[in-house]
């Protein structure tokens, strides 16, 4: 573990952290423990767990970046999920399914869940955030199959199936069930300090996904109470800045965004 952040300590911010090869973790409460539950290998994504503790309650927070490779929705809107070149875009299921499943996000996601069992037999609370590179079964549904450049596809996106399947709630559609009025987007955000080339993968498709979550597992004593994005309204689609028109709730930078990305921010309120 680690307390080295100066610039935030010369501010009196005081956070703890650990040491990690890719996604990270701020607490603003000590950390009890910390291990690497899916290491970092050749670059094809990671999760990684701390333990706090808030008064009386042990706190389990896991942080992840999943694998970027074979990302397969690409393969629907017409480009190659790991090359990113045009192909024929992919609007079978079970053909989306198959390219999914050669990445190795279900296989991170797999060791998350058996760990947190740990957890949740330890009577913790259970939180999981990061960037997933993959959709969610939550916003590739009847209702969404002509948005988008879907192609018509309902599609049972691995991961998001399989928390929901271990118990797990994807805060951001608990607070917003509609994928229509609150699409959520949290990717690629319209940076502006950067060239539209440097933020876009297919050109010519409309990429703008949520592929950045935060689960929880629902606890007696625990309620979400709001949920929001984290960065620029805009995003980029067919290769154009685009103003979101959606009702997400966004909270702006105040200065420079460094990434293509937007963040999730949520609210809970624990009973102690």
Same mark, same amino acid.
């Given at each position: 573990?680690?307390?080295?952040?100066?610039?935030?300590?010369?501010?009196?911010?005081?956070?703890?952290?650990?040491?990690?090869?890719?996604?990270?973790?701020?607490?603003?409460?000590?950390?009890?423990?910390?291990?690497?539950?899916?290491?970092?290998?050749?670059?094809?994504?990671?999760?990684?767990? #701390?333990?706090?503790?808030?008064?009386?309650?042990?706190? #389990?927070?896991?942080?992840?970046?999943?694998?970027?490779?074979?990302?397969?929705?690409?393969?629907?809107?017409?480009?190659?999920?790991?090359?990113?070149?045009? =192909?024929?875009?992919?609007?079978?299921?079970?053909?989306?399914?198959?390219?999914?499943?050669?990445?190795?996000?279900?296989?991170?996601?797999?060791?998350?869940?058996?760990? #947190?069992?740990?957890?949740?037999?330890?009577? =913790?609370?259970?939180?999981?955030?990061?960037?997933?590179?993959?959709?969610?079964?939550?916003?590739?549904?009847?209702?969404?199959?002509?948005?988008?450049?879907?192609?018509?596809?309902?599609?049972?996106?691995?991961?998001?199936?399989?928390?929901?399947?271990?118990?797990?709630?994807?805060?951001?559609?608990?607070?917003?069930?509609?994928?229509?009025?609150?699409?959520?987007?949290?990717?690629?955000?319209?940076?502006?300090?950067?060239?539209?080339?440097?933020?876009?993968?297919?050109?010519?498709?409309?990429?703008?996904?949520?592929?950045?979550?935060?689960?929880?597992?629902?606890?007696?004593?625990?309620?979400?109470?709001?949920?929001?994005?984290?960065?620029?309204?805009?995003?980029? #689609?067919?290769?154009?800045?685009?103003?979101?028109?959606?009702?997400?709730?966004?909270?702006?930078?105040?200065?420079?965004?460094?990434?293509?990305?937007?963040?999730?921010?949520?609210?809970?309120?624990?009973?102690?």
């Amino acid at each position: 573990m680690r307390q080295d952040y100066r610039s935030l300590k010369k501010a009196r911010e005081i956070y703890y952290s650990f040491f990690s090869n890719d996604s990270g973790l701020l607490s603003r409460y000590p950390l009890m423990d910390s291990i690497t539950v899916f290491p970092l290998e050749n670059d094809r994504g990671s999760v990684y767990k #701390a333990i706090t503790k808030i008064k009386n309650r042990e706190i #389990a927070i896991y942080t992840c970046h999943l694998d970027y490779r074979n990302c397969a929705y690409y393969d629907v809107l017409g480009y190659d999920g790991s090359t990113w070149k045009k =192909r024929p875009p992919v609007t079978n299921v079970d053909s989306i399914l198959y390219l999914n499943r050669l990445s190795v996000r279900d296989d991170a996601i797999a060791l998350f869940i058996a760990e #947190a069992e740990k957890d949740k037999k330890a009577g =913790r609370l259970v939180f999981l955030g990061g960037d997933f590179n993959e959709p969610s079964h939550l916003d590739w549904t009847e209702a969404t199959k002509n948005l988008w450049d879907h192609r018509g596809a309902v599609v049972p996106w691995d991961v998001s199936v399989m928390l929901e399947k271990a118990g797990y709630k994807d805060v951001y559609r608990v607070i917003y069930p509609n994928p229509i009025t609150h699409p959520g987007f949290t990717f690629p955000a319209d940076n502006q300090l950067k060239e539209i080339s440097k933020l876009t993968w297919p050109p010519e498709a409309d990429e703008r996904e949520r592929i950045d979550f935060i689960y929880y597992l629902p606890d007696k004593k625990l309620t979400p109470l709001a949920a929001m994005i984290v960065g620029p309204s805009g995003s980029i #689609a067919y290769n154009e800045r685009v103003e979101e028109t959606s009702k997400d709730f966004f909270i702006k930078p105040i200065g420079v965004w460094p990434t293509d990305h937007k963040a999730v921010l949520a609210e809970f309120k624990l009973k102690l």
